[in-house]
């Protein structure tokens, strides 16, 4: 593309993995203002670069694009790749709760098969699990717990994405303001 066909600091996407000559990776990377007077004047420190004797130009490496606005400033960066959720993130829910076991107070044997009139007891045969002899502590249930689930893995917060390049002009028509 011949120099007067594009806007200095004009940015386009290209399916090719090269710069051609004029343009330039939009990497991130470190111009001197010196011998980029002209592509200064329009992006300063917007990407970075202290503003003395450099100037960044933009990064997409892993980025899309997007239109300032609504409290974005043009060059500001954000989002994640990936994110783990915190429990505040989490809509409301609820667990199955698995109970424990009644378990009875020891020292009161089992000797009876039937539950009808008859209490928990200590068991000692794998057919009796009553007793008629009246406990008052009537036994203890055992804590109650729920399941762990999840593993506390960040999770993929990328839209679906085809990769392609990034350039920025170097040379062209310096952009007149309105």
Known sequence: MPADDQYLGEVSIVSFNFAPRGWAMCNGQLLPIQQNQ???S????TYGGNGVTTFALPDFRGKVPMHWGNNIVLG???GAATHTLTTAEMPQHAHL???GEV???TGTVANQTAPENNYFAENTAE???FTNVPDTSMGNI????????GGSQPHTNMQPYTVLN???ALQGIFPSRN
């Open 166 to 168: 990034f350039i920025i």
């Open 38 to 40: 002209a592509l200064f």
């Open 97 to 99: 709760v698995t109970p």
């Open 76 to 78: 500001q960066t954000g």
């Open 103 to 105: 378990k009875a107070k």
């Open 42 to 45: 329009i992006l300063g420190t």
């Open 127 to 129: 057919t009796k699990r």
């Open 142 to 149: 055992a804590p109650i717990t729920t399941a762990v689930i």
